[in-house]
């Protein structure tokens, strides 16, 4: 079985037991966990995929239990060991459905100042399908921005499909710098994952459409996502109030899941759910149908529980989908 590869940055998260914690004292912090890329090869790991993390973890007891936390989805590491350390974020979960708040503490992580050579990166990619890359690592140093484009040009020239997360993130790098970055990889991308939010954000551009239809907004950004370069496949999150839903495109045709309205408990991660059941959609060939319909569900349910990665089983994801989505006309 070929391997799916993620290339990134593992950090320790942190979640106060009571979640009003900036204006109430919580004496306890729950641990676990989580990043983007590691979040969608856990989803795929679980299922029996071959897939395998490439980062770096300190020499400690922290990186030691990173390792074994991947291990324990599915997902195999190979990572660079230093003396550096590993990063940590801080989330208050957003009550009401509002987002989360992050706090990150992640500055000279060992992620951070590793420099991929030819050797490591050859013996990363061999019997390699596809690497799952974000618009999170380049902005954490040039080293993991020159690291993003070495593994680009490596992918291509061994026919390997490159899956990226434009996932800007306004506290590590300005819209200006990411717009740059992102106009310099959309070109090499096969499949790319992003929402009408993001998108319009770093490349400056403002909705022109009546939101009086779920996936007005979606479509429009899908047209300007193919303006500036005709991307294969694009796979997109649609949030709208309290309903989300999912959209993916490809080959001229535009494939919609029903809608989901429900009580959040922790969005973080779920889009990378959705990244994951994707890509498990992808490499079971399904029609792009059962693909959406099934990722969107795993998206939705990501968000009734706690920590990054999602634990639940074809079964479990199905039956939400039955009970919970509502018909799409």
Same mark, same amino acid.
């Given at each position: 079985?070929?391997?799916?590869v +993620?290339?990134?940055?593992?950090?320790l998260r942190?979640?106060?037991?009571? &979640? *009003?914690?900036?204006?109430?004292f919580?004496?306890?912090?729950l641990s676990?966990?989580?990043?983007?890329?590691?979040n969608s090869?856990?989803?795929?790991?679980?299922?029996?995929?071959?897939?395998e993390?490439?980062?770096?973890f300190?020499?400690?007891?922290?990186?030691n239990k990173?390792?074994s936390?991947?291990?324990s989805?599915?997902?195999?590491?190979?990572?660079?060991i230093d003396?550096?350390r590993?990063?940590?974020?801080?989330?208050i979960p957003?009550?009401?459905? /509002?987002?989360? /708040?992050?706090?990150y503490?992640?500055k000279?992580?060992?992620f951070?100042?590793?420099?991929?050579? *030819?050797k490591?990166?050859?013996?990363?990619?061999?019997?390699?399908?596809?690497?799952?890359?974000? +618009?999170i690592?380049?902005?954490?140093?040039?080293?993991c921005?020159?690291n993003?484009?070495k593994?680009?040009?490596?992918? !291509?020239n061994?026919d390997?499909k490159?899956?990226?997360?434009?996932? &800007?993130?306004?506290?590590? %790098?300005?819209?200006?710098?990411?717009?740059?970055?992102?106009?310099?990889?959309?070109?090499?991308?096969?499949?790319l994952?992003t929402?009408?939010?993001?998108?319009n954000h770093?490349?400056d551009? !403002?909705s022109?459409?009546?939101?009086?239809d779920?996936?007005?907004e979606s479509?429009?950004?899908l !047209?300007n996502?193919?303006?500036?370069?005709?991307?294969?496949?694009?796979?997109m999150?649609?949030?709208?109030?309290?309903?989300?839903?999912?959209?993916?495109?490809?080959k001229s045709k535009?494939y919609k899941?029903?809608?989901y309205?429900?009580?959040h408990v *922790?969005?973080v991660g779920?889009g990378?759910?959705?990244?994951?059941?994707?890509?498990y959609?992808?490499? !079971?060939? %399904?029609p792009i149908e059962k693909v959406?319909?099934? =990722?969107t569900? =795993?998206?939705?349910?990501?968000?009734?529980k706690?920590?990054d990665?999602n634990?639940? *089983?074809?079964?479990?994801?199905e039956?939400?989908?039955i009970?919970?989505?509502?018909n799409?006309a």
């Amino acid at each position: 079985m070929e391997k799916i590869v +993620g290339y990134g940055e593992l950090m320790l998260r942190l979640t106060p037991e009571n &979640y *009003d914690f900036l204006s109430t004292f919580s004496e306890k912090l729950l641990s676990t966990y989580g990043g983007s890329e590691a979040n969608s090869l856990s989803f795929l790991g679980r299922r029996g995929y071959n897939c395998e993390f490439l980062s770096s973890f300190p020499e400690n007891e922290i990186g030691n239990k990173a390792t074994s936390f991947l291990n324990s989805h599915g997902v195999k590491v190979n990572a660079n060991i230093d003396h550096n350390r590993l990063g940590k974020y801080l989330i208050i979960p957003g009550t009401k459905n /509002k987002p989360s /708040k992050i706090i990150y503490d992640r500055k000279n992580s060992s992620f951070s100042k590793f420099k991929l050579n *030819d050797k490591f990166i050859n013996k990363s990619l061999k019997n390699c399908s596809h690497i799952i890359i974000s +618009g999170i690592t380049p902005p954490l140093s040039n080293v993991c921005y020159d690291n993003i484009f070495k593994l680009i040009e490596k992918a !291509k020239n061994n026919d390997i499909k490159i899956v990226y997360d434009i996932n &800007y993130r306004k506290d590590l %790098w300005s819209r200006s710098e990411s717009k740059n970055f992102n106009l310099k990889i959309l070109k090499y991308i096969d499949i790319l994952f992003t929402n009408s939010n993001t998108f319009n954000h770093v490349f400056d551009l !403002k909705s022109k459409v009546k939101l009086n239809d779920f996936y007005n907004e979606s479509e429009e950004t899908l !047209k300007n996502i193919l303006n500036v370069n005709n991307i294969p496949t694009i796979c997109m999150t649609v949030r709208n109030k309290d309903q989300i839903g999912g959209l993916i495109f490809q080959k001229s045709k535009i494939y919609k899941s029903n809608i989901y309205n429900f009580e959040h408990v *922790d969005r973080v991660g779920a889009g990378d759910s959705f990244t994951g059941a994707t890509l498990y959609g992808f490499l !079971k060939s %399904w029609p792009i149908e059962k693909v959406v319909s099934f =990722a969107t569900a =795993a998206f939705a349910i990501s968000h009734t529980k706690f920590g990054d990665v999602n634990c639940f *089983d074809d079964k479990e994801i199905e039956a939400f989908r039955i009970n919970n989505s509502i018909n799409y006309a």
